[in-house]
Structures are given as structure tokens and as C-alpha cells.
């Protein structure tokens, strides 16, 4: 199995998840956030398969995320705008992010990726 790995490369926590990647010999391919943002479509598609609120996909520890008061501003957002909100900035974005063929992780939560990724 290979998955898509999305990080932000200076992310304690991204770097934690890869080498955990590495160690498990899970195939992935390696996305930089904020070089490659993701894609409204992406997002979307993503929202779907994962089956978490979109509010999940947010990094609500980030800087940027705190700096546009988005804690305040995210409910009176449309699904639609939040999407494109979150396609605007890959900073934005919840990381790291796994995506395989039917599933999507977000952040990193060991127990989590053990279940999806030995299946």
C-alpha cells in the first residue's frame, strides 16, 4: 500500500509521523503543505472519505488560524467558503495528513495509522 503524506516538513509532529512512517516501512509519497496546497476539489473529496467534521481539517493551533480569529469567524462560514478558505493557505490545514485509497488521517494519532495502515 502507498498513501499520500502531507507535511509540513519544520512540524515536530510531521516529522514524529514520518520517521514513524519510515520505521513501519509504510510506501508513501511526500507532499509539502504549503508548496503544494490543497485543492478546494482535494478538500472536498477528502471531507468526504474521512468522515469527520470539516472543522477537523483546521489547524486550530496555528498561527494563521488564530491571527484571522477563525475560532470566531469558522460558524458563520458555509461549508463552500471554509473549504475555500482552507484551499487558500495550506497553513491553515490540520497536518500532518494521510490519504489512502479510502481513508484520510488527520494529525497524528498512533493507534489511528496502525489501524488504517495494517489492515
Known amino acids: 500500500m502507498s498513501v499520500l503524506f502531507i507535511e509540513y516538513p519544520k512540524c515536530s509532529t510531521c516529522q514524529k509521523a514520518k520517521k514513524w512512517l519510515q520505521e513501519h516501512q509504510i510506501s508513501f509519497n511526500d507532499r509539502h ?3 503544494e496546497n490543497p485543492t478546494a476539489e482535494e478538500l472536498k473529496f477528502w471531507l468526504k472519505i474521512s468522515g ?6 483546521f489547524n486550530t493551533s496555528g498561527l494563521l488560524y488564530k491571527s484571522m480569529d477563525l ?3 469558522l460558524p458563520q462560514l458555509s461549508e463552500d467558503e471554509q473549504i475555500q478558505l482552507l ?3 495550506g ?3 490540520k497536518r500532518p ?3 489512502g485509497e479510502n481513508f484520510v488521517l488527520i494529525g497524528f ?3 489511528e495509522w496502525q489501524t488504517h495502515l495494517f489492515k
Do not use: D, G, H, W
Not at 52 to 57: H, R, T, V
Open 33 to 35: 503543505i504549503v508548496e
Open 52 to 57: 469527520k467534521p470539516l472543522k477537523s481539517f
Open 71 to 73: 475560532k470566531n469567524r
Open 87 to 89: 484551499a487558500s493557505n
Open 91 to 93: 497553513m491553515l490545514v
Open 97 to 99: 495528513l494521510i490519504i
Open 109 to 111: 494519532k498512533e493507534s
